[in-house]
């Protein structure tokens, strides 16, 4: 389950892989369990903003690529299932 919040660092401090370890954590105590509406909420309040925190890491990753590379960075796409 998700850390308390005593003991969780501040989203801003958390590399990617970190917070992607606790937003998968929170999707699964979220998915799992029946907790009070307020506890609930709290884990919902924190998911979003470690998927903000997790876009931003990987939008300035990819910023990045494109610097060291130029505009030939060829665009992955999506597989059809």
Not at 25 to 35: K, R, T
């Amino acid at each position: 389950m998700a850390k308390t919040k005593s003991t969780q660092k501040p989203v801003e401090e958390l590399s990617y892989e970190e917070a992607l370890v606790e937003l998968e954590g929170i999707v699964e105590a979220l998915e799992g369990e029946q907790s009070p509406l307020e506890d609930s909420m709290k884990l919902f309040e924190r998911g979003q903003a470690l998927s903000v925190h997790c876009s931003a890491l990987l939008e300035s990753a990819q910023l990045k690529v494109q610097k060291l590379v130029g505009e030939s960075v060829v665009q992955f796409e999506e597989e059809s299932e």
